[in-house]
């Protein structure tokens, strides 16, 4: 077995390597970058946020937006931006919607209450010594939601 060592390789040194997936990787991303710095030059200003520059496969570029609403609007303007972008290569163009994530806010879970036998037994108590008939009936209700609770 050899005991030389390796000297590390610069990060610039593997970047600037003409083969593999690396390289191939960063020219994608770069050719993605430069169309849609094109598009937002050429679709309105608005639109800019509300969609993504996905992919281009096999002369199809793939673009995601954020709602129906500018997905309409990107389909609309499809014809005019593939007669811009055909000289990139651009044949057609795919749009797709997908609502983004981080505006979503989730619901909180719905927390049930539960009442003991005793607290049940206690509310109907309190509901035989009250003489307001409507706070009687409330209380009987409530007493009753307790006791169905702690026989399931």
Not at 1 to 26: D, Y
Not at 77 to 104: C, F, M, W, Y
Request: charged fraction near 25%; proline fraction near 5%.
């Amino acid at each position: 077995m050899s005991s030389k060592k390796k000297t590390p390789s610069t990060i610039s040194s593997i970047l600037s390597v003409r083969r593999g997936g690396l390289n191939q990787l960063i020219q994608t991303s770069q050719r993605l970058e430069r169309l849609k710095q094109m598009l937002d030059q050429i679709l309105p200003p608005q639109l800019g946020a509300h969609y993504e520059v996905c992919g281009l496969h096999n002369g199809t570029l793939i673009l995601v937006t954020d709602s129906a609403a500018w997905a309409t609007k990107l389909r609309f303007s499809a014809p005019n931006l593939v007669r811009k972008l055909r000289p990139q290569g651009v044949d057609l163009i795919d749009v797709r919607q997908r609502p983004r994530t981080e505006n979503h806010i989730p619901r909180p879970a719905v927390r049930r209450a539960h009442m003991s036998a005793d607290t049940a037994k206690q509310l109907k108590s309190l509901a035989t010594t009250v003489s307001d008939n409507k706070l009687k009936l409330a209380l009987e209700r409530l007493a009753l939601h307790g006791k169905q609770h702690n026989n399931d």
